[in-house]
């Protein structure tokens, strides 16, 4: 096989194209599969200056009763010739950063340049800009050999490198959050130029990761990140599946990495690491770091440090626990809560924001009974942890007008009123609404009923 670099431009390659001198080879080559938005953004590339990846094509020469055909076949490349030609013939309107930017999400940094060709097709380019598309030269390789099995041999390699991973997709994104991820998350750099990220010891030491990780922990951390930063303990659950990642990154590009948040979440961090890293449990899986993240962070403010001293113990016991319920199904078939409300949901829709919150709150109910947190001030009412239990126990429902409660409207409730006695428990207490909230006669007339009732 001889191979020779030439430069083509993309008016060579469309003329080419469209007198069938230059041809895919079906045998081997795929079928149109580049949606429009792809196509589009590789136009969008080419008009900013960006530079193409090489083209790879079959140099063929036949002669036939006496007469000489002269082909190049396709080996790499197609998807975007096919884009090119696609775009000259005006078969593309293109995007509009600013006016299209749900569907071509754009960094904020580029929205700021002009974009004179957005919203136009080639006929509504200017005579400047079409040429500037039309003289665009290209990198050519040109392979020459008598074996057609070498050629499709070279097909096969090329498109033998693994495709990114949409974690190692999001690593590229500019923007804040995406620092924020590496940084927590870690990468290690095959660059020799870059030291890459360490990443927190949390991941780096308590983290189950596979030895082919190529990004599970940073979407992990991008994960527990969402959670954390849109207040996920006060009723603001988000799905975390693969396409909400990416809208999260798009929607955080001006993330702040110096914020108090970013602050806070690395103290969890920090706290969660010293009490969990004697190394005497098997690394954490996704869903319980989510969880014990999350549980650490309601506990770290409001509550006395005895809870610190339970808290490795306490998650061993909750996994023995779990891990019992497992071992019973699979040997009697029978199932009982810890099955139902936190196996089976780590399993089916793991990364829905409802089947997230039903298996937190199972977590913080059960964590909350071992620990037994005492609150660092005994004349508040309720802890985060207890609002956070009674609530969800309750079913998000006011105890009074039976109205849905969202979380910043909510108040808990003393059945027996504290002044009169009434201890600060879990059975003692009911979210109202902080305008339904029972007081002097109401109070007790709703004792009454809520006992007659129950």
């Not at 974009?115 to 200017?126: I, M, Q, R, S, V």
């Not at 922990?217 to 975390?240: H, K, P, S």
């Not at 609530?391 to 429902?397: A, E, M, Q, V």
């Amino acid at each position: 096989m001889k191979h020779t670099p030439d430069k083509k431009t993309i008016k060579d390659l469309i003329d080419l194209k469209k007198n069938r001198i230059l041809t895919p080879n079906f045998e081997y080559q795929r079928g149109p599969v580049w949606n429009k938005n792809q196509q589009k953004k590789l136009i969008d590339s080419v008009l900013r200056g960006y530079p193409l990846p090489m083209f790879y094509l079959h140099y063929k020469k036949t002669i036939t009763a006496g007469l000489t055909n002269e082909q190049l076949e396709i080996i790499d490349g197609q998807q975007r010739i096919n884009a090119l030609a696609a775009f000259a013939e005006s078969g593309l309107k293109l995007f509009d950063p600013v006016k299209d930017d749900k569907v071509a999400r754009f960094p904020s940094d580029i929205k700021k340049f002009p974009c004179p060709w957005g919203h136009k097709t080639f006929d509504e380019l200017d005579n400047t800009l079409k040429e500037k598309f039309l003289n665009t030269e290209l990198f050519v390789i040109e392979i020459t050999t008598d074996c057609n099995e070498e050629a499709r041999d070279l097909f096969i390699r090329l498109q033998s490198g693994v495709a990114l991973s949409p974690q190692e997709k999001r690593d590229a994104w500019p923007g804040g959050y995406t620092e924020f991820v590496l940084k927590c998350g870690g990468k290690e750099s095959h660059d020799s130029g870059h030291s890459g990220y360490d990443g927190h010891d949390f991941f780096r030491h308590l983290v189950k990761r596979d030895q082919k990780d190529r990004g599970g922990v940073r979407t992990l951390c991008a994960q527990i990140g969402m959670l954390f930063f849109e207040r996920a303990t006060q009723d603001n659950w988000l799905d975390i599946g693969t396409q909400n990642i990416d809208d999260y990154y798009y929607q955080n590009l001006g993330f702040d990495n110096n914020s108090s948040q970013v602050k806070r979440f690395k103290d969890v961090l920090n706290k969660v690491y010293t009490l969990l890293r004697d190394g005497k449990r098997k690394p954490l899986l996704a869903h319980e770091v989510i969880h014990l993240i999350l549980l650490a962070d309601s506990l770290m403010d409001e509550y006395t440090p005895s809870w610190e001293e339970r808290f490795a113990v306490g998650f061993d016991v909750f996994r023995v626990m779990a891990a019992s319920e497992k071992k019973n199904r699979k040997e009697t078939g029978e199932t009982g809560e810890f099955w139902h409300k936190y196996i089976a949901l780590t399993r089916t829709s793991s990364a829905n924001a409802e089947v997230i919150s039903s298996r937190h709150n199972f977590f913080t109910k059960k964590m909350f009974e071992i620990l037994k947190p005492q609150l660092k001030d005994t004349k508040r009412l309720y802890g985060q942890i207890e609002k956070e239990i009674i609530y969800y126990r309750n079913k998000k429902t006011c105890a009074v007008c039976k109205d849905e409660i969202k979380w910043d409207k909510l108040e808990i409730h003393h059945i027996d009123e504290h002044q009169n006695g009434g201890q600060t428990t879990l059975e003692n207490g009911v979210p109202v609404h902080a305008s339904c909230h029972p007081k002097g006669q109401k109070a007790v007339e709703f004792a009454e009923k809520w006992k007659a009732e129950k």
